[in-house]
């Protein structure tokens, strides 16, 4: 009787182990997204005063974005889409977000807290970054190659792009494909149909 008990556990353990394996693979394959380089450099102050570094993100699935927060016109509803992703992932510790301030002569560690609260931040790898304007500036432009720049014409004196980033676990920017088979490179952090392709590739390298 032993024996065939034996016999029996082994074959249970055996198919669980067959059944178990394809998935466990599959959680780790590289998914469908486009590598397009490694994410830049970066050393700033967040809202909490604590200094924030690119490596802080690794290990994480990170969205990246530049605002600043008396921004009239497309900051609120980047910042309302960034709340969707908060909840989206809240308490998920391997998703993070780095809103990075254009206007850091105002967007003190102080404002950003502030402004973090008011808009109701909870999740605890969501980091406000501000530092040296140019140092920011140039973050933007050649680190990231989203566009940011002071402009006095312009409603509230800064102009930026209303794109977001998309980083993995292993500091690199990702994104899917379009339909024409092109990396779209970045995120409409504006649109919900932007909103809803970022959520479904985070997913992916969460998964990664």
């Known amino acids: 009787m032993k024996n065939k008990s034996y016999i ?3 074959f249970i353990v055996l198919i669980f182990g067959i059944w178990a394996v394809p998935k466990i693979v599959a959680k780790f394959q590289k998914s469908d997204l486009v590598e397009i380089g490694p994410v830049p450099s970066f050393k700033l102050t967040d809202q909490n005063e604590k200094t924030i570094t ?8 990170c969205v990246v974005e530049f ?3 008396t921004c009239p016109t497309i900051c609120p509803i980047m910042n309302q889409n960034m709340l969707k992703l908060q909840k989206e992932f809240y308490g998920n ?17 102080k404002v950003l807290k ?5 808009l109701g931040v909870k999740h605890y790898n969501w980091h406000f970054l501000t530092g040296d304007q140019d140092y920011i500036f140039n973050l933007a432009k050649k680190g990231f ?8 014409t312009a409603a509230g004196g800064f102009e930026h792009s209303g794109l977001f980033a998309l980083v993995d676990k292993e500091g690199k920017i990702r994104c899917r494909k379009d339909e024409h088979g092109n990396p779209i490179l970045y995120y409409d952090g504006l649109e919900e149909e932007g909103i809803t392709a970022i959520k479904e590739d985070i997913k992916k390298l969460l998964d990664e």
């Open 67 to 69: 605002f600043f927060s």
């Open 114 to 118: 502030a402004h973090a609260e008011e």
């Open 54 to 61: 690119d490596k802080d993100y690794l290990g994480k699935v």
């Open 8 to 10: 029996g556990i082994s």
């Open 145 to 152: 190659n989203l566009y940011a720049g002071e402009n006095k």
């Open 93 to 109: 510790p391997e998703f993070g977000i780095a809103s990075i301030t254009i206007n850091p002569e105002y967007d003190t560690p």
